[in-house]
C-alpha cells in the first residue's frame, strides 16, 4: 500500500519539545525527496523543512535553528525534531513525498498530525 503515516503530534506547552515521525510504505524511500508542511487554521499550507534524496536540507525562516529535519532511509521514516515551540507553530503537520521523474512528478500526502502550542 502506497502511503505516508504521521505520528507524534500532540499538546505541548510553549518552549517544550516533539517529535514528528513519518513512515513511508510502497514508494522507493531513498529516492524521494521528503518534507514537513504545515497548516494553520485559516491559513495557506507552507513548507516547513524538507530533507532531499542526498540529505540537503531547507527550512522555513521563521523555524530555523529550532526545527531539525532528518531522515532515516533503512526504516523509510523523516523525522522532524521540533524544539522550543511556540503558539504560532500551532498547525497540522503534514509529510510530503516526492520525486521528479523523466516526464512527471510524482508526490504523496499523509493524512496529518496536530501539533498544539499553547499553556
Known amino acids: 500500500q502506497v502511503q505516508l503515516v504521521e505520528s507524534g503530534g500532540g499538546l505541548v506547552q510553549p518552549g517544550g519539545s516533539l517529535r514528528l515521525s513519518c513512515v513511508a510504505s510502497?514508494?522507493?524511500?531513498?529516492?524521494?525527496?521528503m518534507g514537513w508542511y504545515r497548516q494553520a487554521p485559516g491559513k495557506q499550507r507552507e513548507l516547513v523543512a524538507e530533507i532531499t534524496s542526498g540529505a540537503s536540507t531547507k527550512y522555513l525562516d521563521s523555524v530555523k535553528g529550532r526545527f531539525t529535519i532528518s531522515r532515516d532511509n533503512a526504516k523509510n521514516t523523516v523525522y522532524l525534531q521540533m524544539n522550543i515551540l511556540k503558539p504560532e507553530d500551532t498547525a497540522v503537520y503534514y509529510c510530503?513525498?516526492?520525486?521528479?521523474?523523466?516526464?512527471?512528478?510524482?508526490?504523496?500526502w499523509g493524512q496529518g498530525t496536530l501539533v498544539t502550542v499553547s499553556s
Open positions: 510502497g514508494i522507493t524511500f531513498s529516492s524521494n525527496a
Open positions: 510530503h513525498a516526492g520525486r521528479r521523474m523523466p516526464s512527471t512528478y510524482l508526490e504523496l
